[in-house]
């Protein structure tokens, strides 16, 4: 079955008004030709948050859609994106929808193929509010399986400093696939574009920038994001040059010795009352 363009976006403007409601089996969508979950995460954490994965898609199934963890009464959009590590672009079939008072909404959405979203491609289902604070993707692939996971190996493999380069080893492409590779601190400024060879491999090199609790060599390819974490060195810890050190303990040791010699040569005894008649003579 398929739904006009005005009846979807009206469905996904009344699926999240109540405040949403749980599950994605399709029971109340009728006939619908998937179901799908997704979380809302701040942009910046959408390629660090696993996403769902919709394959062998065909132009105009009909999705039953259910999003959690958006933000709670704002009007949003979703649309179908390409994906690439400095966000989303290219977007095609644009529709609003609501989220609820707990920021979940539910809602039918019909999918367009482009042509350009196929096994080796980089597309992704896109919901966001209207400020864009929270946002929820699931990667699409039309006419066929999404490919596997890729495998990522970074050379040399020691631990790493800022600014050193390594190179970039990634598996199990799809032979011919484009990637996008680049370190993401978490922020992404620079990325290299390479292509599967007919072993679906590719190889590029990468300057390693700071180091931070969420960052990583990002792969944004096919169907799957990968973050893969690099081994730091540890920071320098304070040296100490042995001559240097040498010298000191010898001075102190020095210094003990005059000071133990004065003390055991002067004599600290009170003096009598017939060595300061001076003294006894006083007023005080």
Request: with cysteine; charged share 15%.
């Amino acid at each position: 079955m398929l739904i006009a363009p005005a009846a979807l976006a009206l469905l996904a403007v009344l699926g999240g008004g109540g405040g949403g409601r749980a599950g994605g089996d399709g029971g109340d969508g009728g006939d619908l030709d998937g179901a799908v979950k997704m979380r809302a995460v701040a942009p910046e954490d959408t390629g660090l948050t696993p996403s769902p994965v919709l394959d062998r898609l065909v132009d105009g199934d009909v999705l039953d859609v259910t999003v959690t963890d958006g933000a709670p009464g704002a009007r949003g959009t979703v649309r179908q994106c390409v994906r690439s590590l400095s966000g989303v672009g290219s977007c095609v079939n644009a529709f609003p929808m609501q989220f609820g008072d707990r920021g979940d909404a539910r809602f039918q959405y019909r999918i367009v193929d482009t042509g350009r979203c196929g096994p080796a491609a980089t597309c992704v289902l896109v919901i966001d509010n209207a400020g864009a604070t929270r946002r929820a993707i699931a990667h699409t692939v039309f006419g066929g399986p999404a490919p596997p996971a890729p495998i990522v190996a970074i050379r040399p493999a020691r631990l790493v400093e800022e600014g050193d380069e390594v190179r970039v080893i990634i598996g199990a492409l799809t032979p011919g696939a484009v990637v996008q590779v680049g370190y993401c601190s978490p922020g992404c400024s620079q990325f290299n574009r390479v292509v599967a060879d007919p072993l679906g491999l590719a190889t590029t090199s990468v300057v390693i920038e700071a180091d931070c609790a969420r960052c990583g060599i990002a792969v944004i390819g096919g169907a799957y994001d990968s973050l893969t974490a690099v081994p730091f060195a540890p920071p320098p810890q304070p040296g100490y040059d042995a001559s240097r050190l040498t010298v000191g303990l010898l001075v102190g040791a020095a210094l003990l010795v005059a000071a133990w010699r004065i003390v055991a040569a002067v004599d600290w005894s009170p003096p009598s009352e017939a060595a300061t008649p001076d003294l006894d003579a006083a007023e005080l």
